[in-house]
């Protein structure tokens, strides 16, 4: 079986278009409206010479407990639960939210290894961007731009390097 990758955030940081860059379809809706991924959508990331793994992305983790976004809360922390790596995606532009801080809460409770992407780094001061999130403290980090394919290749090497 494929070691699998979980890709987590909360809504509208680019995880559908991670997980389209990483998989290389356009299969994960992406929308600008947030919280469009409702269920869990599975595809294979195939880098050349290397290790090939699968990907799951999910829709947003934090939250409340119930109705629907309840339930797209639950898949997410199901998914991440069951991945050999969790990439826990970031807006660049936006820097740390409250919501972030949840998910972090949660992924530190949960102890899946981990690691942070800043995506939306294009066109942006990707050295202020990634300072933003210093305080999370990950040894881990890739700045990717998913929408302009930026970054996509070092965030595939360290998924592998970690797999
Ligand atoms: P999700 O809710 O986390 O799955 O986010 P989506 O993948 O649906 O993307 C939300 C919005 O952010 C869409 O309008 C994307 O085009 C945009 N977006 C995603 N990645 C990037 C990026 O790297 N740079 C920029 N500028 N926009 C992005
Ligand atoms: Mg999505």
Known sequence: ???LVALVGRPNVGK???FNALTRTR???VHDQPGVTRDRHYGVCRPEGQRHFAVVDTGGIAGEDEGLVGATTRQARAAATEADLVLF???GREGASAMD???LAWLRKSARPTVLVVNKTDG???GAA???FARYGFRDVVATSSAHRQGIDDL???VVARL
């Open 124 to 126: 942006i001061d990707t």
């Open 1 to 3: 079986m494929l070691p």
């Open 101 to 103: 801080d949840e998910i």
């Open 27 to 29: 299969d994960a809706l």
């Open 130 to 132: 990634l300072n933003e």
């Open 89 to 91: 995606i970031v807006d």
């Open 16 to 18: 559908s278009t991670l």
């Open 156 to 158: 595939i090497d360290e």
